[in-house]
């Protein structure tokens, strides 16, 4: 087996350790099969193409250089696997994850508990920006930015994640977009504890408290305690925030105004500004700083919202005069 095979750990995530011995020349992608069939055996459910490796580098305490195993072309010696290696095994958004997540009563209440478990009997989505925190360069305390509907689909938002310092991150969702009521475009410039940015604090809820090491290098899933809804043709504001006393806590990227900085069939991501201050909305300790969005993802679930009389008031106000206009040309 020397320079040809090792003998590795695999890190289940939320469970066990495992020893597994392999061959260096094998691909990753067919590493990834040997090791659900060997999971499968021992009762455990990880669908190869589900899979995410994150090989650890335990000599860090901050674990800043851990790597994430992405090439399934590429071989395990390649990835820089090497005798003793330690390697952990996530599922990271899927429904498997939100599942065992909504089992875990000593971190969720039962009302938690039954959301994750509602959200994981549909198909989790991922969202990925192009940026990603290994490739950001920039970071603040804070992150605000928009999620859009963008059909007839009621989206449920479960999580986010993000790179930085991190620490004690908070998760805030609006009711409406983050720039509601705003439309100069002067006063969307750069503002040094300028508090006119956010006129209406009172719509934003808190839909996430949590600790977390830091992680410059690979995005740390955020569950949300409460899933954040969002309607057809709607769009709702996103504050991700952490309470460092720098400005080291949230990665972010720079875009252009009204960019859509990732999309796919069901939602599109809009950016917003970047926030200093270690408390939200501190507009005495800190200033925004226009536009800026996120470095990382967003896992979702999405089905089809059907209008009755009796859910008329959930659908977008476009959608509701659209829906008169339609009725009172049918009457005419």
């Not at 700083?289 to 990382?296: K, N, Q």
Request: hydrophobic content about 35%.
């Amino acid at each position: 087996m020397s320079g040809r095979g090792v003998s590795f750990t695999v890190r289940l995530e939320g469970l066990h350790d495992i020893p597994v011995d392999a061959a260096l020349h094998t691909a990753l992608g067919i590493f990834k099969q040997m090791l659900e069939q060997q999971l499968r055996r021992r009762g455990h459910h990880f669908p190869s193409e589900q899979q995410v490796l994150i090989l650890l580098d335990l000599s860090d305490p901050d674990r800043n250089h851990d790597t994430e195993l992405r090439d399934d072309e590429v071989t395990l010696r390649q990835h820089g696997i090497r005798q003793g290696s330690v390697i952990s095994l996530h599922l990271l958004g899927s429904a498997p994850a939100l599942a065992r997540a909504a089992q875990d009563v000593s971190s969720t209440s039962p009302s938690q508990q039954r959301q994750l478990q509602a959200a994981a009997a549909g198909e989790p989505t991922r969202l990925w920006t192009p940026v990603l925190p290994a490739q950001a360069d920039h970071s603040y305390n804070g992150v605000i930015f928009d999620i859009a509907s963008k059909g007839p689909n009621e989206v449920a938002i479960l999580s986010l994640s993000a790179g930085g310092m991190l620490g004690h991150v908070k998760v805030l969702a609006c009711k409406e977009s983050w720039a509601l009521g705003l439309h100069e475009t002067e006063s969307l410039r750069t503002y040094w504890g300028g508090s006119h940015f956010l006129p209406h604090e009172h719509l934003w809820e808190e839909v996430a408290s949590c600790y977390y090491s830091p992680s410059w290098d690979r995005p740390q899933e955020i569950v949300f305690h409460t899933p954040v809804v969002i309607g057809p043709h709607a769009r709702r504001g996103f504050y991700v925030h952490s309470s460092l006393p720098d400005d080291l806590g949230i990665q972010y990227q720079s875009y252009p105004r009204d960019h859509i900085i990732a999309e796919d069939d069901k939602i599109a991501i809009f950016p917003g500004v970047g926030h200093t201050g270690h408390q939200p909305f501190d507009c005495l300790h800190g200033w925004y700083r226009a536009f800026r969005g996120p470095a990382g993802g967003i896992s979702y679930v999405a089905r089809l919202k059907q209008w009755s009389i009796h859910t008329h008031e959930s659908f977008p106000t476009a959608f509701k005069e659209a829906l008169r206009a339609m009725l009172l040309c049918r009457n005419a």
